[in-house]
């Protein structure tokens, strides 16, 4: 929602909302895909990533039996898009970049070979995390 100058936008904690200037924001976001080195492609590759997963999936016939192939494919892929949440607990309110990729072309995929490794792979679970600073061995 864009009224006047202003914009609103979801916060990164809660479900908080910030209302926050049109051009304050584009500035955040400037800065922030200028800081991490993030370049802008020419040509949007959804297309020919989408056709290498086919034919990729289409000669694993060992790992991916062909009842399941036709799941794998997304049928409308589209890139993933760049949400930015602000920080509003933090001094500056930073950005925090949230990416949603359940749209892109590899999404089925790699969410089907993570449960078939799981299931082939018995890791233990040495690590458990309580927070982002303190990991401890279980």
């Known amino acids: ?20 200037l049109r051009d304050t924001l584009k500035q955040k976001i400037d800065t922030f895909i ?11 590759p959804t297309e020919s990533f989408q056709k290498q997963i086919q034919q990729t999936i289409h000669k694993c016939n060992a790992i991916i039996d062909k009842k399941q192939q036709k799941y794998l494919l ?14 509003t607990h933090k001094e500056d309110k930073p950005l925090r970049p ?3 990729n359940i749209q892109a072309p590899s999404y ?27 990991v401890e061995q279980v």
């Open 98 to 100: 949230v990416i949603n």
């Open 34 to 44: 200028q800081e991490n080195q993030i370049i802008l492609i020419s040509k949007d």
């Open 74 to 87: 997304q049928m409308k892929p589209m890139a993933p898009k760049l949400n930015a949440l602000i920080k």
């Open 1 to 20: 929602m864009e009224q006047n100058n202003l914009t609103v936008a979801k916060a990164d904690k809660g479900r908080t909302m910030v209302i926050i």
């Open 108 to 134: 089925k995929l790699a969410k089907y070979l993570s449960k078939k490794l799981n299931q082939l792979i018995k890791l233990p679970d040495t690590y458990a995390n309580r927070n982002s600073k303190k």
